[in-house]
């Protein structure tokens, strides 16, 4: 549900405020329309993830509280009310929005200086197996930065749904600055390969299905004839 919201508002999102933008601004300004679109996109995504993540937690560090979801979700709703779902929504928002922030544009960013500097060819020439393997290489170094910027906040939402009654700030102060970035090398780890195998996946089933893989962003011809720089 998650998946389904992030990168299907992402595209979305990305086109709409293009639109907006225009061709030159775009161009120009396109670090900051990833990171809106990507921001856009991950909004709607969390309040579909909020209740699966609440369940999770509860089943995973509650031993004997329950097995499954079909479990989870009935004694959770008893017990709390709707509340139980969404507690931890903003949170997540607070960790999953700059996650996702950093992913998007940081991968969009990488690509594109990847083709410009290490490849040394134009994408147009590259095979599609050889494009995979710079879109696997730029959904890693994405990862990195992914996990470190939301690092703290998962930090907070672990213990936030494992325990009743704590709110976000007082998790916050009783973890410290140290308790909050305990794991990070793991989490680099986890997070650095599963992003990569996310846009690895997700590009080998735009490959495969013959769908729309706009190459990196190029500037536009009346931007260049504006700086003076086409003869």
């Known amino acids: 549900m998650q998946g389904l919201c992030k990168f299907g508002f992402y595209e979305v999102f990305k086109v709409l405020y293009s639109n907006m933008l225009g061709e030159e601004n ?7 329309l990833y990171l809106a679109a990507s921001a856009s996109a991950e ?3 969390d309040i579909a993830l909020a209740p699966m993540e609440a369940a999770k937690v509860r089943i995973q560090t509650q031993p004997g509280y329950a097995n499954t979801l079909r479990d989870a979700a009935p004694k959770m709703y ?3 009310g709707l509340k139980a779902f969404y507690k931890g929504v903003a949170p997540l928002w607070m960790r999953q929005i700059p996650y996702t922030m950093m992913k998007f544009a940081c991968f969009e960013r990488t690509v594109e200086a990847l083709y410009k500097f290490v490849v040394p060819k134009p994408r147009s020439e590259c095979s599609k197996a050889e494009q ?3 879109t696997f290489v730029a959904g890693y170094i994405a990862g990195v930065f992914c996990a470190v910027v939301s690092h703290p906040a998962d930090s907070v939402v672990s213990v936030l749904n494992k325990e009743k009654g704590s709110s976000a700030s007082q998790v916050l102060q009783r973890l410290g600055f140290k308790g909050v970035w305990k794991g990070l090398f793991a989490r680099i780890i ?3 390969t599963l992003t990569a195998l996310q846009w690895f996946i997700y590009d080998s089933v735009k490959v495969y299905f013959r ?3 706009p190459p990196p962003p190029e500037m536009p011809e009346s931007l260049k004839k504006k700086l003076g720089l086409t003869q």
Do not use: Q
């Open 211 to 213: 769908l729309p893989r």
């Open 43 to 45: 909004f709607f995504a």
């Open 78 to 80: 008893k017990e709390e």
């Open 132 to 134: 995979l393997v710079v």
């Open 26 to 32: 775009t161009y120009l300004w396109r670090t900051s």
């Open 190 to 192: 986890m997070i650095g």
